[in-house]
């Protein structure tokens, strides 16, 4: 019975890691989905241009971006992606408007059919007709992190801006989600009340199949410059680590004899939900490492241990 366990809550689990996904698009020259995994953009009316720009808020670090004019962006086709968005997503983006006079288009959900989607109005953000912004937290000429998510069970939607939620409101008449169409579109307008658009740049877009809870968004703003440099992904190098016993109960031990060579390391446990439930930051640690899970729930957790130039992950079970 433990071994058939054990086996279920692999496989459990495994099929977890596979279904939470993230597709990424960094504009480096390119619509290429990163990690090639998603479909390729395609453009929205006139072609822009691959430049690289400054990003102010980072130091003035350069970065490659893709520049539109105004009424033109992209399309990511949902259709191609085997259906990645549903109703339970997250859409990043970090970008800059050069105009923010009236409405400005960000996401449109219904292929320019309605009205109804994502804008800036007056700095405001809007999803129009159902919720306006109080604050004007977007500002021209400077770069915003911006994240739209809904939630499948509770058809929540929330607008984020630098990590700070502007707009909540239930999504019962599924106006955030896309029509039959299966198309998202960014920047450019819809036909109803056309050239409700600004020229801008993008300089990242992320499409994730789950919602996004504020701590994942705090963490990614807080590591900006990763989100948008693969700062630690690209670097470091995959490795192993070992983890006993496992289903665990009050202690976990992790046989850190491939992290031994580095300064420090980061132990993270986190849910099906990306949420993490335990960081713990460690320094002069010994090749066995044991992680008191003592106030944990039941249930199925990712490992993520990450050292100065490598990292590695491991599928656990607690059962008390």
Do not use: C
């Not at 409405?103 to 007056?122: C, E, I, P, T």
């Not at 070992?242 to 420090?264: E, G, K, V």
């Amino acid at each position: 019975m433990k071994i058939f366990t054990l086996f279920l809550s692999t496989f459990l689990i495994s099929i977890w890691l596979q279904g939470q996904n993230v597709l990424h698009y960094d504009f480096t020259n390119s619509f290429t989905e990163k990690h090639g995994s998603g479909p390729d953009l395609t453009v929205l009316g006139n072609t822009g241009t691959f430049v690289e720009d400054v990003l102010g808020e980072l130091d003035d670090a350069r970065k490659w971006v893709y520049r539109f004019e105004r009424n033109s962006g992209f399309q990511f086709d949902n259709a191609a992606a085997g259906s990645f968005l549903g109703e339970d997503y997250s859409i990043e983006i970090y970008f800059v408007f050069d105009e923010l006079s009236s409405w400005k288009r960000v996401v449109d959900l219904k292929n320019r059919k309605s009205d109804r989607g994502a804008y800036v109005f007056n700095g405001r953000l809007n999803f129009y007709n159902i919720a306006m912004s109080d604050e004007a937290p977007i500002a021209v000429d400077e770069y915003t992190y911006y994240v739209i998510t809904r939630d499948a069970e509770t058809k929540e939607v929330k607008v984020y801006t630098d990590a700070e939620i502007e707009i909540n409101f239930t999504d019962n008449s599924g106006d955030a989600l896309l029509d039959e169409d299966n198309v998202l579109n960014f920047f450019q307008d819809d036909f109803i009340v056309p050239n409700e658009a600004s020229p801008g740049a993008v300089a990242m877009v992320k499409i994730y199949n789950y919602a996004l809870d504020s701590t994942a968004i705090a963490n990614n703003y807080d590591d900006l410059a990763g989100n948008l440099f693969f700062i630690g992904e690209q670097k470091k190098t995959n490795t192993t680590i070992h983890t006993f016993p496992n289903p665990a109960s009050q202690y976990l031990n992790l046989d850190l004899s491939n992290f031994t060579m580095q300064r420090n390391i980061s132990i993270r446990l986190t849910d099906l939900f990306g949420r993490i439930l335990l960081l713990q930051e460690v320094s002069d640690f010994p090749a066995s490492f044991q992680l008191d899970i003592s106030s944990i729930g039941q249930g199925f957790y990712l490992l993520s241990v990450e050292g100065d130039d490598r990292k590695a992950s491991s599928k656990v079970v607690i059962n008390h």
